[in-house]
């Protein structure tokens, strides 16, 4: 939220509405609204005069009033708010059935840097190679550093939810190091070693050794599990977990069990992870 500069003075009609960060609008006096352009238009064709957005807050819809103002410097019509349109970011990919081509992906919500979760209206998954790290240490997180290699999307995101993407990969896609295994549930999985699949360079996954020093098969916040990571090659490179490695598989006793999710912000060496069962129990 923010104010729009007019002859007048400082207004704020977004605010004094009672629209709130992380309002995701969904449309403009009925018409749909999926871009920023679009958003711009319909304050065009305001000139000034009340307009009703409809927005959805959490999981509820509702309709908001309020009256454009007229910028100052530009001389257009705004209402004050700093919106986006789009997003994109690195993660790993779970898992991919090998029959229907479903996967699923992170293990956790979708988010932005504010933490409002978000929702789907044209996603795509794109191969990336890894091209940098940015160490994690005790109280900042790292992260992997990435670029597309092409625009030929290798699968679309159908939909969002507090364990990750899932979707679809594109008809007969399999990535040439995929490695079939079968899934197993959280009763099945013991406090001892594992091995996480991560990509820190380049395109290709490589095993990692970690140990499973807890599981919790009671927990719903995605934390079946807590990770710490022993694997001198992967400490070295990363310093532990590192955004980018959500979704990373683990794998015990040569099953799929689940996925890394979080890193402990005061120990990166440790985080949390999602049992199997409860990401794939999310497809559609």
């Known amino acids: 939220l923010k104010e729009v500069e007019t ?50 807050r959490g999981s509820e819809k509702s309709e908001i009033k309020l009256t454009p103002a007229r910028e100052k410097k530009s001389g257009k019509y705004k209402v004050g708010i700093l919106i986006r349109d789009a997003l994109n970011g690195i993660g790993t990919v779970t898992y991919i059935e090998r029959d229907t081509g479903k996967f699923g992906a992170l293990g956790h919500a979708v988010c ?21 790290v940015n160490k994690g240490m005790r109280g900042k997180a790292g992260e992997l550093r990435g670029l597309f290699l092409n625009d030929r999307a290798s699968a679309r995101a159908e939909h969002v ?14 990535p040439p190091y995929a490695q079939t295994v079968e899934t197993a549930p959280l009763s099945a999985a013991t406090m001892g070693k594992a091995v996480i699949y ?10 990692y050794d970690v140990a499973i020093a807890k599981v919790d098969a009671n927990n719903r916040d995605n934390k079946n599990f807590v990770v710490k990571i022993t694997d001198e090659r992967l400490l070295a490179e990363t310093g532990g977990i590192v955004q980018g490695m959500s979704g990373s598989p683990i794998v015990q006793n040569g099953k799929l069990i689940g996925a890394v999710t979080h890193v402990f912000l005061n120990d990166p060496t440790r985080g949390y992870g999602i049992g199997i069962e409860r990401m794939i129990e999310n497809e559609k």
Do not use: F, W
């Open 7 to 56: 002859e007048a003075g400082s207004l704020t009609p977004a605010e004094d509405a009672g629209l709130r960060a992380g309002d995701v609008i969904l449309a403009a006096d009925g018409m749909r609204i999926q871009t920023i352009a679009d958003l711009n238009a319909a304050m065009a064709r305001s000139e000034g005069k009340e307009i009703a957005l409809t927005i959805r």
């Open 112 to 132: 932005d840097e504010q933490m409002h979760e978000l929702t789907l209206s044209e996603e795509n998954v794109y191969l990336c190679s890894v091209i940098g």
């Open 198 to 207: 991560s990509t820190i360079d380049g395109t290709t996954p490589q095993p």
């Open 161 to 174: 939810c507090e364990t990750g993407l899932h979707g679809t990969m594109e008809k007969g896609y399999l």
